[in-house]
């Protein structure tokens, strides 16, 4: 199952500051046009089974499966009205299905475009898609203009708001309008974005940017390994096991010229993969090339790792972040 993966950075300054206020950081869905229900609730002190919001948070959404479906035009002829529907196939974001020339949907396959549905349509007289959810329920009906003999595209849009507030449970009405809050939607393509919450309490797009000297950092040795890089790949479907074991236990090995992760963490039905380095040589690295170094050494070894027929990774297409550095000093 596809995820939408939203990364939320918290400012240090802030964060001391919102934890000091008691303040915990939400997220809640758009539906039907409003935000209502608290999805997610991150209190300011960790308990069991519930860590709390640091520096660098990621919230990994669960995209459900959805079905397609088409109609025809409506004809009337004197008392008669006749229309048709076909047999709903379901399938992912981020997958492609074909609709033959007798109006069969035929298995999807993992070679659609992430963040949409495609269907490559055979029917004839512009049959108008049908996007429905997993239960069944319409969501979408192009009524405008049907589907022409080609390619078709559906895309799902979801829209999440993120706020910190005092205290409510996961579950909830939200208490009151809620202000200074960040919007985020997926809407084709991507499914990663990041936003920050900056030192001046203002939600800003992308990672914060970082002051830290990177040469001194590369002469801290002195006080351990205070300097933590992270690259967050974000793929186009869903991981299968042997993807995702692959990953695991052999995507190190593609690391050359020395720099290799520390850390590499992904699970099956994942779209996301987070790549961490961490030592002496990350340090050195960081101070003489800055972050694009590591982007491009993930990059490079999924190219590889692509390319190696047992990886299960041959229909796979990815994007990356922009590399974070968290400094422990």
Not at 189 to 216: C, E, H, K, R
Not at 238 to 252: G, P
């Amino acid at each position: 199952m596809a995820s939408e993966n939203i990364i939320v950075y918290i400012d240090p300054t802030q964060l001391t500051a919102q934890k000091g206020n008691h303040y915990s950081l939400f997220l809640a869905k758009m539906v039907n046009g409003q935000f209502t229900v608290i999805w997610q609730s991150k209190g300011p002190v960790a308990t069991v089974g519930n860590p709390s919001y640091e520096y660098m948070n990621t919230f990994q959404i669960a995209v459900p499966n959805y079905e397609v479906n088409y109609g025809t035009v409506t004809v009337s002829q004197g008392s008669v009205t006749f229309n048709a529907s076909g047999l709903p196939q379901t399938m992912s974001v981020g997958q492609s299905v074909q609709l033959d020339a007798n109006g069969l949907f035929g298995q999807p396959t993992n070679t659609g475009t992430p963040g949409e549905i495609t269907i490559v349509n055979a029917l004839a007289a512009n049959p108008n898609a049908i996007l429905l959810d997993n239960a069944g329920n319409p969501i979408f009906v192009n009524t405008q203009s049907g589907m022409d003999i080609g390619t078709a595209t559906l895309t799902p849009v979801d829209t999440y708001q993120i706020w910190f507030d005092n205290y409510q449970n996961t579950g909830t009405i939200i208490a009151h309008n809620v202000s200074n809050a960040a919007t985020v939607t997926f809407a084709g393509g991507s499914m990663s974005q990041t936003i920050s919450y900056n030192s001046a309490g203002q939600w800003v797009t992308g990672p914060l940017s970082t002051s830290a000297d990177f040469a001194s950092v590369g002469s801290a040795g002195a006080v351990g390994d205070p300097v933590t890089v992270t690259v967050l790949a974000t793929f186009s479907v869903a991981l299968t096991t042997a993807a995702a074991t692959y990953l695991l236990s052999k995507l190190i090995n593609k690391f050359s010229g020395g720099l290799r992760p520390t850390s590499i963490q992904t699970s099956v039905g994942s779209v996301s993969l987070t790549i961490k380095f961490q030592g002496s040589q990350a340090r050195q690295v960081l101070a003489a090339f800055g972050t694009d170094k590591f982007e491009n050494a993930v990059n490079a070894a999924l190219v590889l790792a692509k390319q190696d027929t047992t990886s299960g990774l041959q229909s796979e297409s990815w994007s990356l972040s922009e590399p974070s550095v968290a400094l422990s000093f």
